[in-house]
């Protein structure tokens, strides 16, 4: 979707703000999405990018701490995608820190993180929501994002009135955001800018290439049962290792997607109890192939069961809101099965290999236009 602007344009100054240095698979995806979403859409844009801890993308551009983006000059500020409308600031803290789930209490632990969110964070009733602009006299909007429950207080709605556009990932979300006084014309309902991941579009090169990590990996060359599940979705180890055991006798491996709430180590320990294979550590671009190329795979992860689902890979879901609520969004959704936990080994063995012919392009299309719908309202188009 190349436009006639892409032949004359100067090039235009963007921020771009959200978890991208966060030890989290989804959140470190959105940068290189939005690069490949502005070329779609012909924009020649310099996009700098900030998150709470300075790091760098997939790409290897560097990504800036929050504190430094009032310094910049630019023409808008892009904040997103990801769960980032919320207002729980000692839960990012702490995410930011890696502390495992099941470790998150004490007055110690809770005063370590506020003086972390002190140092990080912009003051606000919320991380991405800050009392002040993020650049003095540059509009924001917000690009494919999450609410969780949202404050209706002076300050969150003083915060919000401020937001040029919203494209959000839900129904709840947007009606989060009429409530908090956000006018309708200015929301926009979308699917998740992960469907327009330029991978979906090359199924059979990413697939090989799955195959290819999963054996250079683990040695396995048929059909992989890829279980993934986080605590904070309610899966402490003990539950993840009776999953495990369910699956004894199936080439199976655990998928982390990072440090993120200690989600690596609970997971490496549930499979080092029960002899599964694990894949720890793998690229971001890695996790997408091997997505492509398994057999099934079981998440709690709304972006493992986007990804996977669209390359038409079945996906088994405990049953997460979040996923189909995201879901619904989307003009075509994969196809994903919602499973208990005693019914799982019969579901993996009847499902696995069995993929679905699905067309991802009308959910990449409607994100395309959701981002060029936000960019219009910021003024940047």
């Not at 006639?4 to 235009?12: F, I, Y």
């Not at 910049?72 to 409308?85: R, S």
């Not at 789930?101 to 007055?107: D, I, K, L, S």
């Not at 709605?157 to 908090?180: C, P």
């Amino acid at each position: 979707m190349v436009t006639e602007r892409s032949a004359h344009a100067t090039t235009v100054k963007l921020a771009q703000v959200g978890d991208y240095s966060v030890a989290n698979w989804g959140d470190r995806l959105y940068p290189g999405v939005t690069s490949h979403l502005l070329r779609q859409i012909g924009l020649e844009a310099d996009v700098t990018h900030f998150a709470p801890l300075p790091g760098a993308t997939l790409a290897g551009e560097p990504i800036r701490p929050l504190r430094e983006i009032r310094r910049t000059k630019v023409a808008a500020v892009l904040v997103g995608g990801g769960d980032l409308v919320r207002f729980d600031t000692t839960t990012v803290a702490l995410d930011h820190m890696a502390i495992p789930e099941a470790q998150r209490h004490g007055r110690l632990l809770r005063l370590r993180a506020e003086l972390f969110a002190r140092r990080h964070f912009l003051n606000g009733p919320g991380v991405w929501l800050p009392e002040a602009d993020w650049v003095p006299g540059a509009p924001t909007v917000l690009v494919s994002v999450g609410a969780r429950r949202m404050a209706h207080d002076p300050r969150a709605r003083a915060a919000v009135s401020r937001l040029k556009g919203v494209w959000v990932r839900t129904t709840h979300a947007a009606r989060q955001f009429e409530a908090a006084g956000v006018s309708p014309e200015r929301i926009v309902r979308a699917p998740d800018m992960v469907f327009a991941h330029p991978a979906l579009s090359d199924q059979t090169r990413s697939a090989e290439r799955g195959r290819q990590v999963v054996w250079r990996r683990l040695g396995v060359d048929e059909p992989l049962v890829v279980f993934h599940a986080a605590a904070f979705h309610g899966w402490p180890e003990a539950r993840v290792e009776a999953a495990l055991r369910s699956l004894t006798g199936l080439p199976i491996a655990v998928l982390s997607l990072g440090a993120h709430s200690g989600e690596d180590r609970a997971l490496a320990a549930a499979a080092e109890r029960t002899g599964t294979l694990a894949l720890i550590g793998l690229k971001a671009d890695e996790i997408v192939c091997v997505l492509a190329s398994a057999g099934v795979v079981f998440t709690t992860s709304m972006h493992v069961a986007i990804v996977a689902g669209s390359f038409g890979t079945p996906v088994l879901t405990p049953g997460v809101p979040k996923t189909a609520e995201a879901f619904s969004a989307c003009p075509t959704p994969p196809q994903v099965e919602e499973v208990s936990d005693e019914d799982l080994a019969d579901t993996v063995r009847a499902r696995r290999g069995k993929r679905s012919d699905h067309d991802h392009a009308p959910n990449a299309a409607a994100a395309t236009k959701a981002f060029e719908s936000v960019l219009t309202m910021a003024g940047v188009l």
